[in-house]
Structures are given as structure tokens and as C-alpha cells.
């Protein structure tokens, strides 16, 4: 299956809900945003959304303050009327929460069932065949830092006989007593009397209704649906068969006999959330879950992929030193993950990524001196991995699993994100932390612990969670941890430690000594990130995130003096964008960049005033982000890794906007790269960086006129010509669907413009409709050294240093590359003889034509245009020699060989393949076809010199045009 569209991207917010699609008009389409499985890392969402067009456009619709939404259905019939089952706020009470209808399309809502400020809708739908039948349950649930509850007197399960306007609470004839938690509801699409309900209770399970809901069977209590009820409890009736049920847990199932048994389906992944059916043709199914979504054609059989969908959640990111650098990060509910920053194929697929080791939360930590050694975490187990041995070794400080135990248990607090961190001065000294900070020096074989417990250590926030009914002890909710951990890179001993209950701690002496730093900020805030400075030892930046606690604003505070003092830095980040993470840039001291909920900001002026920094990031959480380099790397949670390459003009921003109409920006260091001419961008993959040098510019208004940019050598010389104006008179027809085209027309927009140079000379002179088995002869791969680059545009000119270096791969035989480039630079050069030649001897046959067209019938120029005839043949005897004029195709040197023009391009290839001087053998071949080509060119000349002259003067003689030839030069 081909890679999935995203059709929610532009809107402001990322997190879905619930989605329906109008029976009735499938061009409209309704969104809840906010999911409902209230996981720790859960996001939120503001309303309901519609599209009248297919999900082209999107307008939000109202319920902005539902947050989460749990379901959303359509009537069958009429797209206007619609119920949504909204949770409202999981971290805290709010009244916009419940059973909403809207009959208008969403112009209005009518809140049409609810209980308290802490109950919400979690669940909805209608009898297939009767929608003024309609099931609802309400679900009583919170969720905080340190506790999850599900379950409360609120919870229930609802009906309604006039389209949801009215209901009436089912309760007793078998249902289960006492308090119920999360309820799902289905419907039987074959039998409207036949209801299936999964019920968390005490006497939970799934229950089956035969009347329409009035009475009720608990017909499986199998631990295996039950289990994790808040997160799962979700069932689905088939539309045609009364006997066939789904239900969804950590694995999918499938009942044939009313729900009484069920055969686990070869579902992809784990921990599934949805299904859909199709109506007509219950064969085909629709199933998502914690890997993504696929689909099956055969009843569940076989099951379509999921890698062609970018939707990781990350936690957290960093990089490595090899070159291309890898990024790596641990995805929710998959494995950890290191993968390329580029390929040489020019996408980057699957055959780029990598299992680094550990699990699906925390940190990824690859050793500065040979990537290939990885550490990473999940909860309190920490992993070694070498990659060379694939060989993974556990260095646990505690390694023992407390599943299903409270934090007031266990000897050590290790949350589900647990610091991990190599010392930036000493990459042997490994750092985490529970309630301490643990040091070892000897790569986990032993741990110290060098600090005390530094958090409030309030045993009332360490209780078992869960609720009333089923406990759901995972380490996300053990609290009283040290969140966040760094050590100062200019200062070796200096560390950092933030924790989940408010505190950040100091110490300068590598954990002997520790200081109490906390600013001032809300009770219980968990400090996310902690960044100190890469350009002062006393500066460090704390990024705090309340969200857990029902705050959304943003929170960044920043300390000069080791926390003796603390400013708070957040003027622009807006209410909603609660912040994850911040860093300083390492080249630019005070420019930040911090990762919200709501996407990326950054800061010219130390966070004195924050803006957007999107583009064209999807809006999504991002949970961290780090630079590397003169690259933005940044973890989104639910759209994997993106990069914003080439942060070069960023760092040379200044705080006002420019001044001048056009500025010509100080290009990064390039890297002299080989690209690819073929790129298969059909598959699921992500994209490479630019190819080539980046050059980036800004005009206040766009020229009116040509704009023109000119590569220099050391020396002055012209190296490349560049346009705003667009040529394209000598493109060989398109053929192959893969085939690069090289950009050589510059952008000359309003505003920032970027364009790459792809490292070349300029091309020889080409042969316009020409066919080559690859792309037409290109110039020659400038060296590695000092170039200048030249904007002009509305009659102004600007300059700028450009400098590449070597691939640092292949640094060794640096010195080889004059010899490759001297010969690259001849063999264009006789290319550019060998085109202007046919060129030549093409435009001179067009004239004879012509002069046949148009004086063919006149007997007094028979002569001469027998002897323009005579002259024509000797010309296309040469012709044929240098080009190989059968030549219609890619592949048309099959059936008619290659002659010079063919032979020369592909050698070109073979000299311009790899960093390496020529071969004996190439520099024979370029003898052997400059010899050849010398052989014909002196045949030309002699027909210009010598059968040229006769035949023009017996045309004068004739009152016909003279033959021409023009002199046609290379840029």
C-alpha cells in the first residue's frame, strides 16, 4: 500500500479523537479531537471539527473545551445531525463534558446527557437500522501526575428512543451492581435487538443483550478482555452476521457465537483502539492500534502494513557523530530506534533504520566516539547495545520489575522516563536517576549513588493507581522522581536535576554537595527538561510542564548564577503550548528553541520574545528537540522525526526585521556529496536534505527583473550561472518516473528564498533533444575549498564566502581529487566540442532544408542546392559518427550502438563515480575517444574550411540566404 495523506496537518491542533464520515454525503466528514485513552502522554483536542470536501478543508465547530472525545456518530441520513461523547478534561473537572447533539450541521450543540464536572461521554451509537435508537455510556475517569482513576458513581450506560434528545439510565435486569468504570457499546447491524456492551465492574465483563437492551447477560468475563479496561474496552458488532463480535485488547478477537468465545486475529501490532466494518461487506475491516492502521479484505486473515505512516511518539531525541548522523529515540509502544539523517539512495526508508537496544520510553544515548555503542532505557532498566556484536547488555541499577506495585514499595523510584546521560566531558561516566542521581564510571557493571532523595517524597502521592475498580500500576504514574538530569558541558562535575513534584537541585562538585535552586512556580510542577548553557557554566534554562494538573500555560525559567536567581522567559509562547523541552543553540549564545505541545518556538533575544518556528511541521506535541550541528532536530509525539536543515540564516537574524530590500546570507559549510539521479519518492520514506549547497537570501518585495546568482572560484573565475528566468530548451523528454531533475532555475520570492547548488560547473554545451541512458552531461564536481557566491538582482549586487569541504568519509584521499577533477573538467570540455559540432553541423543542414522548402521547384538553383546536397551527405557521414542519430529512448543504444556522444557520456559517469584519481584504464579510454573524436572533428573543419565556403558562394551566386554557422558558447 502507497504511503497515507495527511489531511489534518494545517489545522491547530493534531490529537483525533473520534471520526465519521456522513452516511448520507461522503464528502462530509466530522473529527473529535482529544483522544480518550487517557494515557500519561496523552494530547488534547478543541471541538469538533467538519469538511464539506473529502477532509481537503477543515472549520472548527464548536466544543472547543471537550478536550478529549471519545466517539462521534452520524445520522444514517441526514449529515447534519450528529452526537459526540465527550470526556472533557482528563486532568481536571470542567462542565463541557457528556452526550452533545448537534441538528444543524454543528451550527449549534445541545448537551443532551450528562452527570457531574468529573463524567464524560465516552461511548455512542445508533441501532444500524432505527437512529432514533440510540446507546451512550457516560465514564467517571481522571487522571493526575502521580494517580490514575477509572470508575465513580457517574459512570453508566444510557438509551435514547427519539434520536438522543432524551434518556434514560440501564441499570439492573443483569447488568452488573455497584460502581462501573469505562463501558463499550455495539449495536448488531443483523439484528437491532442484539446489543453487546464490555462493562468494567467489579462482576465486569461483556454482556449481551436479546431485547433491545432491556435485559442482559453477562455472557465472557476471559481476564484477557477485562484486563487494562480503561484503556481498551471497546467492542464491535458485525453488521450482517448477529453471532459475530469483535473485541479489542492487547490482541484483537474475533466471536462467532455471540460473544461466548473469541479466536485471537492475526492483527498487526498490539494494544488495538478501533475497528470499523464495512457495512455492505463485512470481509472488509479497518483496524488501528498503538502501531497505526490497517486494513484487511478477507474477515481479518491478512492484515496490509503499517510502515507507511509516519506516527511515532517520541520521547525523547538525540544524535550521534558519525557522518550522515543518525537520530535516535524511543517510540510509545515500539522499540527504540536509530535511523539515518540522509541516504545515498536520496529517500530514507526502512533499510535505514535500526533497533538501538532498549525499549519504547526514555533516552537513546549514543557514545560521541563510536556510535555504533548505544545505551538507552525503558522505565528503570537500562541497556548497553553494540551494534557491531549485536550484542545488548543489561547495566540496571536495580533490575527488577515492579509491575503492579505502588511507588511507596519499591527501594527505588524509577519512572517510565528515566534521565539517562553519557558525561559530555568523560563519556565513560554514565548518569540516571529514581528519587537520586546514580553515577557509574565502569559503563553499568556498578552504580553510586551520589545524591540523597531529592524530591518532596510525599508518600500520599506514591499510592497504588488504578480507582475504585481494576489498579493499573505502570511506572508512568510512580511519582517523587527526578525527571530531569544534565550535566553542564563547559563544567565537568556541574549537574542539574529537576523532579516531577517541583524541585530542581545543583550541585558543582559531581554530587558531593547538592543546592536546593528551585525558582519560584507552582506547587507540584514536573520539571521537563533542564538545559544548561553550552556557553556559560552558570546558565541553564528549566522548561516545566503542568499540564497533568489542568494548567496549560507555558513555563521556561532561565538562571545566569547557578539558580541562585531565576527569570521567567515565556512572553509569546501562547496558553495551550505548554512547554516540554527548550534548548540554547551552541553556536548563537541566547537563541533558543523550545518544544510545546502545540509545535515549535524560538527566541532571538535569550526568551525575552518567542515566534513560531513551523513552516511546514505538522502540528503535533514535540517532546524534545536538540541541535545538531547547523540542523534542528526535533521528536514529535505522533508524527516522528522532523529536521529543519540548516539553521545558518536563523543564527544571523537579528532581533528587528531587515532593513535593506534584498541580504544575501553567509552560507553554511557545504559538503561535497555525490547525489543520486534517481529517487524513488512513491514509497513510504523520509525525505534526504537539500542536494547541494544551500544558499539562502531574502528580498523585502520580489525583483521585478532577472535575478541572477554566480558561483566564483579562489580566483574570480565563473564556476556556475544561475537563473530566475527558467530555460528548458534542452531537456531530453521525460521517461523515467524516478529521474532527478536537477533545480537550475533560482526562487526570486517575497521574503526567504533557498536554493541548493548541486556543487557542479556549469554544463557543457548540450544537444537540444539529445536521449542519454541517465541525465543529459553535466558540469564538472567543483572542488573542495573557497568559493564566493554573487546576488544581483534589481540592479544591486551582493557577496558572500562559500567553503565545502571533503565527504568525511572519504577524507583519507582528499588529495586524489584534483587528478579526478582535472580529467572530469577535460572530458567536458571535449563533450562541449563533440555538441557544438552537431550542433553546428545540425543548424547547417536546417538551413538546406529550408532553402529546399522554400526554392526546391527553381531550376536556376539546382546547382547549388545539388552541391548543398553533395556537402549534406559528407556532413551526416561525420554526424553519424559523433552522435548516434537513431538514438529515440533511454534505451535506443539496444538497437543502435553508441557512438561518440553516448560513449563519452557514459565514461563521464565513470570518472565522476566515488572520490578517487582516474584509473590506467579510464585515462586509455579518454586517449582512445579524444582520438576518435579528433579523427571526426578534423573531418568537420575540413567541411567548414573547405565545402562550406563553395557551397555558400554557389547560393550567393543563386540571390539565396548564405549558410551560417553561429559561434555558440558554453556559460
Known amino acids: 500500500m502507497a504511503a497515507r495523506t495527511p489531511l489534518f496537518d494545517k489545522q491547530d491542533i493534531s490529537s483525533i479523537g473520534a471520526i465519521a464520515v456522513a452516511p448520507s454525503d461522503h464528502n462530509t466528514i466530522y473529527v473529535g479531537t482529544g483522544e480518550a485513552a487517557i494515557r500519561g502522554n496523552t494530547t488534547y483536542g478543541t471541538g469538533v471539527y467538519k469538511s464539506v470536501d473529502a477532509g481537503k478543508n477543515w472549520k472548527n465547530i464548536g466544543l472547543r473545551d471537550t478536550r478529549q472525545i471519545g466517539a462521534l456518530i452520524v445520522h444514517p441520513n441526514n449529515p447534519d445531525i450528529v452526537l459526540v461523547a465527550a470526556l472533557g478534561h482528563a486532568f481536571g473537572p470542567n462542565p463541557e463534558r457528556g452526550i452533545f447533539r448537534t441538528s444543524d450541521g454543528g451550527k449549534t450543540w445541545a448537551k443532551v446527557l450528562s452527570k457531574d464536572e468529573n463524567t464524560g461521554g465516552i461511548d455512542v451509537v445508533f441501532d444500524p437500522h432505527n437512529p432514533n435508537v440510540v446507546f451512550a455510556s457516560l465514564w467517571q475517569a481522571r487522571r493526575q501526575p502521580w494517580f490514575f482513576s477509572s470508575g465513580g458513581p457517574g459512570s453508566g450506560l444510557y438509551k435514547s428512543e427519539d434520536n438522543g434528545v432524551t434518556w434514560k439510565q440501564l441499570t439492573g435486569n443483569g447488568l452488573p451492581d455497584g460502581i462501573l468504570g469505562i463501558i463499550g457499546i455495539s449495536v448488531s447491524g443483523a439484528d437491532s435487538n442484539r446489543v453487546f456492551a464490555i462493562i468494567e465492574a467489579k462482576e465486569g465483563g461483556i454482556f449481551r443483550s436479546d431485547d433491545g437492551g432491556e435485559k442482559w447477560t453477562k455472557v465472557n468475563d476471559d481476564g484477557r478482555f477485562r484486563q487494562r479496561a480503561w484503556y481498551f474496552s471497546k467492542i464491535y458488532a458485525d453488521p450482517k452476521s448477529a453471532d459475530t463480535v469483535y473485541v479489542l485488547n492487547t490482541g484483537a478477537f474475533k466471536s462467532v457465537d455471540g460473544a461466548k468465545t473469541f479466536n485471537l486475529l492475526p492483527a498487526r501490532h498490539g494494544d488495538h483502539h478501533g475497528l470499523w466494518i464495512d457495512p455492505e461487506n463485512p470481509n472488509r ?215 516531577d513534584d517541583g524541585l530542581v537541585h545543583v550541585t558543582t562538585d559531581d554530587g558531593k554537595n547538592w543546592a536546593n535552586v528551585t525558582p519560584k512556580m507552582p506547587e507540584w510542577s514536573t520539571v521537563s527538561i533542564i538545559d544548561p548553557s553550552p556557553h556559560d557554566a552558570t546558565t541553564a534554562y528549566v522548561a516545566v510542564d503542568r499540564h497533568r494538573l489542568d494548567d496549560f500555560k507555558p513555563y521556561i525559567f532561565k538562571t545566569a548564577d547557578l539558580g541562585k536567581s531565576w527569570s521567567t522567559v515565556t512572553n509569546g509562547i501562547p496558553e495551550g503550548a505548554y512547554v516540554h523541552s527548550v534548548r540554547e543553540d551552541p553556536r548563537r549564545k541566547g537563541m533558543l528553541y523550545a518544544g510545546t505541545e502545540l509545535g515549535v518556538y524560538f527566541s532571538l533575544d535569550d526568551g525575552a520574545h518567542w515566534q513560531p518556528l513551523q513552516l511546514n511541521l505538522p502540528q503535533s506535541p514535540i517532546h524534545d528537540l536538540v541541535v545538531k550541528d547547523d540542523d534542528l532536530v526535533v521528536a514529535t509525539h505522533g508524527r516522528s522525526f522532523w529536521v529543519l536543515d540548516n539553521l545558518t540564516p536563523l543564527r544571523q537574524l537579528s532581533v528587528q526585521s531587515p532593513s535593506s530590500d534584498m541580504l544575501l546570507y553567509q552560507p553554511q559549510t557545504a559538503v561535497r556529496l555525490h547525489y543520486p539521479e534517481e529517487i524513488d519518492k512513491r514509497q513510504p520514506a523520509g525525505d534526504n536534505p537539500l542536494m547541494g549547497a544551500m544558499i539562502d537570501y531574502y528580498f523585502k518585495s520580489a525583483p521585478k527583473d532577472e535575478v541572477t546568482l554566480d558561483i566564483l572560484d579562489a580566483q574570480g573565475k565563473l564556476v556556475r550561472h544561475l537563473s530566475s528566468k527558467e530555460k528548458k530548451e534542452n531537456e531530453q523528454p521525460p521517461e523515467w518516473p524516478d529521474r532527478v531533475e536537477v533545480p537550475k532555475t533560482i526562487p526570486a520570492n517575497e521574503g526567504m528564498n533557498r536554493f541548493a547548488w548541486d556543487l557542479r560547473y556549469n554544463e557543457p554545451i548540450q544537444v537540444p533533444g539529445a536521449f542519454y541512458a541517465g541525465n543529459a552531461p553535466r558540469g564538472a564536481l567543483a572542488l573542495p575549498g573557497d568559493y564566493q557566491v554573487k546576488l544581483t538582482a534589481n540592479g544591486k549586487t551582493q557577496t558572500a564566502a562559500l567553503h565545502f569541504v571533503v565527504d568525511p568519509r572519504t577524507k583519507d584521499h582528499e588529495g586524489e581529487l584534483p587528478k579526478q577533477f582535472e580529467l572530469s573538467t577535460q572530458v567536458n570540455a571535449r563533450i562541449s566540442e563533440l555538441h557544438q559540432a552537431v550542433n553546428e553541423i545540425r543548424e547547417v543542414k536546417s538551413q538546406i532544408k529550408e532553402l529546399h522548402t522554400k526554392f526546391g521547384n527553381d531550376p536556376k538553383v539546382k546547382p547549388a542546392l545539388a552541391a548543398a546536397d553533395a556537402m549534406e551527405h559528407k556532413m551526416s557521414e561525420v554526424e553519424q559518427q559523433l552522435i548516434q542519430v537513431n538514438m529515440k529512448g533511454s534505451e535506443g543504444n539496444l538497437a543502435f550502438p553508441n557512438m561518440l556522444n553516448e560513449a563519452f557520456d557514459t565514461f563521464s559517469h565513470s570518472v565522476d563515480a566515488g572520490d578517487r584519481e582516474p584509473t590506467k584504464p579510464q585515462m586509455d579510454v579518454f586517449a582512445s575517444l579524444s582520438g576518435r573524436l579528433d579523427e571526426q572533428l578534423k573531418k568537420w573543419n575540413a567541411i567548414k574550411k573547405d565545402d562550406l565556403p563553395k557551397v555558400t558562394e554557389l547560393i550567393k551566386q543563386a540571390d539565396l540566404p548564405a549558410l551560417i554557422i553561429k559561434e555558440k558558447k558554453s556559460e
Open 285 to 499: 475491516i479497518g483496524n488501528v492500534n498503538d502501531g497505526g492502521a490497517s486494513i484487511s479484505v478477507d474477515g481479518g486473515k491478512t492484515w496490509t502494513t503499517q510502515n507507511n505512516q509516519p506516527t511515532a511518539q517520541f520521547y525523547h531525541v538525540a544524535t550521534d557523530n558519525a557522518y550522515p548522523y543518525h537520530i535516535y529515540g524511543a517510540q510509545q509502544d515500539n522499540s527504540n530506534v536509530g535511523i539515518a539523517s540522509r541516504s545515498e539512495e536520496g529517500v530514507i526508508t526502512a533499510q535505514n533504520w535500526f533497533v538501538a537496544g532498549g525499549g519504547e520510553c526514555g533516552f537513546v544515548v549514543p557514545d560521541p566516539r563510536d556510535w555504533r555503542i548505544i545505551y538507552s532505557n525503558n522505565e528503570g532498566y537500562i541497556t548497553r547495545y553494540d551494534k557491531n556484536k549485536e550484542e545488548v547488555q543489561d547495566m540496571s541499577v536495580w533490575p527488577l520489575d515492579n509491575a503492579g506495585h505502588g511507588a511507596i514499595d519499591l527501594v527505588h523510584r524509577f519512572q517510565w522516563i528515566t534521565p539517562l546521560l553519557l558525561s559530555p566531558h568523560n563519556p565513560d561516566v554514565v548518569y540516571t536517576a529514581a528519587e537520586c542521581v546514580f553515577k557509574s564510571t565502569d559503563h553499568g557493571m556498578s552504580w553510586t549513588q551520589i545524591s540523597n532523595d531529592l524530591t518532596k517524597n510525599d508518600k500520599s502521592k506514591q499510592q497504588p493507581s488504578g480507582g475504585p475498580l481494576t489498579n493499573d500500576i505502570t511506572s508512568v504514574e510512580y511519582y517523587d522522581t527526578v525527571f530531569a538530569l544534565a550535566e553542564s558541558p563547559k563544567k565537568q562535575g556541574t549537574l542539574w536535576a529537576g523532579t
